[in-house]
């Protein structure tokens, strides 16, 4: 199972920011980095690093990073 | 009355006239009616006033989706001072190199220490305006000046008027069809041209213009459609393929209630424009080419142009023209390629420093710098770009900027190109290629040492090495030839 904090990093990394601005509540537009070029950054990220694919109806929904965290926890138990 | 502002004019006439009616709905659903709107443009002005702002004065300002920079913006142009709209996230010495020129008075929106600096909320709707007799105001008095990518990687001020800047939203809502019935959601920035023109047209027809501000959080975009019953919005092509990416189809549910979407700025590709067409099919797709010095000079409506989906179209009024001109000056007959030049009522006078308007037109034609020809039906192509700035999903790169910015890092040589998105999505993406044995950094840390240095979408996709960088006799690099190898 992928731990938040490695979901953290990744999401950081992607958007070349400090993970101490990537917290729970942080939101899509929440740092200038979250923009549309940033989300992508973080989605493809995501998706390399920890071999995931996001369904594109879950992709709509995830505008927060508790909800990257949530899906892919969701994504991980139902590969499991 | 503020006859030297057509735009000005419309938003007070609609006031008078139906002052109920909404103008605004911003990010976070507050209501503007036109008669508010404009009341708040007056009593802005006379904030501005109150700071001993006049004519001909600039103030800087940026936004993404604050009702303040509206009412400022317009403000300004009732006292026929001159707005410069930045980007507040835009490259530092960038930033300062425009505020530097133009030396505004205030700036609104971001800090500066070039002049006094203010947030919105400390705006003063609370004074009076005061009577400015003895300045005689005119519709080609300078209304804006727009920065706009140079290809040496210093921006270039354009000057638009008044009339400039309403001839472009008339010819804008004369294309598409637009009424004042219309419900538009902005996901643009509103310190963008192509939004802060949305802006306009939507208000001189006195409709109604929801404020998103962005399109990264596509669930909050689709919710201001339904709740507010958008008839339409603007989207550069990187937009719609970032839209399909992180949403599917999920957009065409709102076919039935679009009549227009407005796209441009870049490129699309073919089966783009024809998946519009099957999901939108009873929508006005309206695609402009257009740059900041000639704003929307063509159009064209995908579904009228099913058998040629590659023109851009034709001019998008009576009021403007398009030749293909040789590099002599001479008008070309159609066919034949050459520079597509543009005259109209949307077209600026001048470049903010003169020298720059040196080869910038033939006669009254501006000269777009891009090659094309024309049909015999009237129909203008893009052949080719004669200068050589690479377009980021929309926004225009230097590659002499990238290239000084590499080498200041103490890369010997390298030049830059634009090579297709890997990704998919932004169109054209900045590619580097240095020369070998010009450093001893790998790729990544040059990469990395460049962040500080260029904004994010100016910072090189790609890097490759290359023997030798080709240049013509006298030096010039040749960067078109390394084009999309």
Redesign the interface.
Known sequence: MTTEDTIKKIIAEALEVDVEKITDDLAINGIPEWNSIGNLAIINALEDKLDISFPIDDLFELTSVEGIVEEIAKLEKENA | MPEHSPILSAIQRHAAETPHAVALISAVKERVTYAALYEKIVQAAAFLQSHGLRKGDRIALSARTELDFIYVYFAAHLLDVVDVVVDA?ANPKKLAYILDLTKPRLAFGFETEVCVSLKYDQIDYGKRLESADGQSMAADDTADIVFTTGTTGLPKGVMLSHFNIFSSADNINGFIGNTEHEVEVLGLPLCHSFGLGRLRCTLIKGATMVLV????????FFNAMDEFHATGFGMVP??WA?IR????T?ISKFAGQLKYIEIGSAAMPIDSKKELCELFPNTRICMHYGLTEASRSAFMEFHENMDRLNTIGKPVSAKVDIRIFDENGRILPDGEQGEICVKGNMVTKSYYRPEENANAFFGDYFRTGDVGYRDTDGNFYLAGRRKELINV?GKKVSPQEVEDAVCSLGVEDCICVGMEDP?G??GEVPKVYIVKNGTDMPFDEIRRKL?PLLE??KIPAAFDWIDEIPKTSSGKKQRLSLRNP
């Open positions: 996230n501000g962005s399109f990264a959080n596509l669930k909050l990187a937009v970032y990416k992180f949403s599917g999920r999903g990704n999505i932004l962040a994010d979408y």
